[in-house]
């Protein structure tokens, strides 16, 4: 499987990163992962950057890197689109007090336009 991996610097997209990386140290799919600048966080692309080859090295799985710019979820949404790849995978969304589902920007945007499956690592 071709997966693609947006990731923004928050929590969320740092979880999904080691819990996406794991699954593909089993399976081997083909991972890209794409650094998104996300306004909601302060993390410098540099810095994702670093933290992605960590968690990379880590578990001895081969990715290649890619550095998004403009708006998050379109970029993220057509890159997806336009190389072929099978799943986005994006972490994201807190469960309210009445139980519901609160989604980030970017998380909502992907989710509702992409054409490719996306899967929310929560």
Do not use: C
Not at 32 to 54: F, K
Not at 69 to 78: E, F, H
């Amino acid at each position: 499987m071709k997966l693609l991996l947006g990731i923004g610097g928050s929590d969320d997209s740092f979880h999904a990163l080691e819990r996406v990386v794991e699954r593909v140290a089993e399976t081997g799919d083909d991972l890209t992962v794409a650094i998104l600048r996300n306004p909601a966080t302060q993390a410098a692309p540099d810095g994702i950057e670093q933290r992605v080859r960590a968690t990379l090295d880590e578990r001895a799985v081969t990715a290649s890197i890619r550095h998004l710019d403009g708006d998050p979820g379109s970029q993220l949404v057509a890159l997806a689109e336009r190389e072929g790849f099978d799943r986005i995978a994006l972490g994201g969304g807190e469960t309210s007090p009445m139980g519901k589902i609160k989604l980030g920007r970017i998380a909502e945007f992907v989710l509702l336009n992409s054409h490719v499956s996306v899967t929310l690592v929560r």
